[in-house]
């Protein structure tokens, strides 16, 4: 069963960039046909659909945040990073990194992220 | 965006009781829809995929089923394990959207 975990700093200043990584473990994340993804939930709030990228390279994302997020994948290392810029007081949630293979069947345990100064 | 409109948003109910969850699309999805179970401080857990199909492992008093654009989810008796918030989300088309959610709790 494929593992995934999410790094990255805690603590972000507005309007500064986030940047977590996602290192896949116990799979190689080339192998199969998967999208690669992050989801992110604000404390008590729903899920929210950030984007994903293919092992080619070719990603999608959210045009609520598009202008925004960048998504990059290392496959000589196995993870997948998440940049995020220009953050404010709205971004801070728990970032889940995942896989898709159409449904979400594999999840990160989450990394809470919180913007503040 | 598609629009998933999940209903209801909370629900208290006994342990055995039969519980149902709906989510409408705003538009056609084929049967691409999902449901995830959350619990608190947790990653949510796919349940059910294609709209009716049970992911390896999971218990088989959840099931879930598609007509037209409504979907409905059932916990066919719930077990106090069951205490969770429960997510449906589209993948017909990008960007992938998901549900309020429902919270299940136990009377």
């Known amino acids: 069963q494929v593992q995934l975990q999410e790094s990255g700093p805690g603590l972000v200043k507005p309007s500064q960039t986030l940047s977590l990584t996602c290192t896949v473990s116990?799979?190689?994340?080339?192998?199969?046909?998967?999208?690669w993804s992050w989801i992110r939930q604000p404390a008590g709030k729903g899920l929210e659909w950030i984007g994903r990228i293919y092992t080619s390279g070719s990603s999608n994302y959210n045009p609520s945040l598009k202008s925004r997020v960048t998504i990059s994948v290392d496959t000589s290392k196995n993870q997948f990073s998440l940049k995020l810029t220009s953050v404010t007081a709205a971004d801070t949630a728990v970032y889940y990194c995942?896989?898709?293979?159409?449904?979400?069947?594999?999840w990160g345990q989450g990394t809470l992220v919180t913007v503040s100064s | 965006d598609i629009q998933m409109t999940q209903s209801p948003s909370s629900l208290s109910a006994s342990v055995a009781d039969r519980v149902t969850i709906t989510c409408q699309a705003s538009?056609?999805?084929?049967?691409?829809l999902n449901w995830y179970q959350q619990k608190p401080g947790k990653a949510p857990k796919l349940l059910i995929y294609d709209a009716s199909n049970l992911e390896i492992g999971v218990p088989s008093r959840f099931s879930g089923s598609r007509s037209g654009t409504d979907f409905t989810f059932t916990i066919s008796y719930l077990q106090p394990e069951d205490i969770a918030t429960y997510y449906c989300q589209q993948y017909h088309s990008l960007p992938l959207t998901f549900g309020g959610g429902t919270k299940v709790e136990i009377k």
């Open positions: 538009q056609d999805i084929s049967s691409y």
């Open positions: 116990s799979g190689s994340i080339g192998s199969g046909s998967y999208y």
């Open positions: 995942a896989r898709c293979s159409g449904p979400i069947d594999n």
